[in-house]
């Protein structure tokens, strides 16, 4: 991974083509979405909720949404804005209601492990308090076990020479919650350092 790049907003949109927020959505409703870390967030606040599994490129969802019996979904804000469709988004979910996916809105560039020049060139483009935050993300994910559909959730956030990270894990049905939260000095061995403390005191809490 030789640069990560500045992160754009990691949240998640909420679209909604009746205009609803998630809060008034009605009683019932489906919701699109075929993410275990979007749906057992969603269930965590609204139970009452249908979940649906929704796929396809981002326009896809969209159209999906409109007209195929979905009455909203839950996409990532990066992904709509590098796509100019930030229109079809109701709202913003804020972090308290849908922690983003570890490493969400970041974009991360693989070159050759022994190409040390091609290395250097990309280096130019790192932003080192993005990796920093999600090294410590993929860290928390990688300590727990959890793969990209497990219902976990992460951001690290770098502030005052300290980095910052915020875990919750949810039981698939969003009835039980585990939430950690814990801040570091900055150092060479912070993200690991951190993820990994965070991990095991997730672990602790069940």
């Known amino acids: 991974l030789g640069a990560i790049t500045v992160r754009a907003d990691p949240r998640d949109a909420w679209v909604c083509p009746a205009g609803h927020s998630l809060a008034d959505l009605p ?3 489906v919701v699109g979405t075929s993410s275990l870390r979007r749906a ?3 269930l965590r606040v609204r139970p009452d909720l249908t979940i649906r599994s929704i796929r396809g490129k981002v326009e896809t969802r969209i159209e999906k949404t409109a007209t195929g019996g979905y009455d909203a979904t839950v996409l990532a804000v990066a992904g709509l804005a590098r796509l100019k469709r930030m229109d079809d988004a109701t709202g913003i979910l804020d972090l308290d209601t849908m922690l983003p996916a570890p490493g969400q809105a970041a974009l991360g560039v693989q070159v050759r492990a022994d ?4 290395g250097r060139l990309v280096a130019s483009v790192d932003h080192a308090p993005t990796r920093q935050a999600v090294e410590a993300e993929r860290h928390f994910l990688t300590a727990l076990g959890g793969g990209c559909s497990a219902p976990i959730a992460a951001l690290g956030t770098v502030d005052g020479g300290r980095l910052h990270l915020r875990g919750r894990v949810c039981s698939v049905d969003g009835a039980q919650t585990v939430e ?3 801040a570091l000095p900055l150092g060479p061995t912070v993200a690991h350092d951190l993820g990994h403390a965070l991990a095991k005191a997730a672990l602790a809490d069940g």
């Not at 190409?115 to 091609?118: G, L, M, Q």
């Open 40 to 42: 057992s967030q969603l």
């Open 115 to 118: 190409d040390d020049r091609v």
């Open 180 to 182: 950690v939260e814990h």
């Open 27 to 29: 009683e019932g409703a």
